[in-house]
């Protein structure tokens, strides 16, 4: 059973450089594609970026596209979400996710999912 612990969320202002962590354990983690959504209160999962096994090839959201960074260390089994010039519409908690079958952007395509951190931005 593959585990996903994010940390690294909390209370930022507008414009800040936060970098949240996600500690994954039970697996393989070099053969594990690995990935981060998004959900704000009353809206649908978002898809925000994805890392590839093996490439290290990376995806993101529209709306996060040359803000954020996704990267993993294999050494440490960890994946970090560098998070540039937050915005308040930044605001939702953020899941970590693996497992990927299917499309990168589709919630339902991805196995495991981490409990989530909250990130608020206020302005």
């Known amino acids: 059973q593959v585990q996903l612990v994010e940390s690294g969320g909390g209370l930022v202002q507008a414009g800040d450089s936060p970098r949240l962590s996600c500690a994954v354990s039970?697996?393989?983690?070099?053969?594990?594609?690995t990935g981060w959504f998004r959900q704000a209160p009353g809206n649908e999962r978002e898809f925000v970026a994805a890392i590839r096994r093996g490439t290290g090839s990376t995806r993101y959201g529209d709306l996060v596209k040359g803000r954020f960074a996704v990267s993993r260390d294999n050494a440490k089994n960890t994946v970090y979400l560098q998070m540039n010039n937050l915005k308040p519409e930044d605001t939702a908690v953020y899941h970590c996710?693996?497992?990927?079958?299917?499309?990168?952007?589709?919630?339902?395509?991805?196995?495991?999912w981490g409990q989530g951190t909250q990130v608020t931005v206020s302005s």
């Open positions: 996710v693996g497992g990927i079958t299917g499309a990168y952007n589709t919630p339902t395509s991805w196995a495991d």
């Open positions: 039970g697996g393989t983690f070099s053969d594990y594609t």
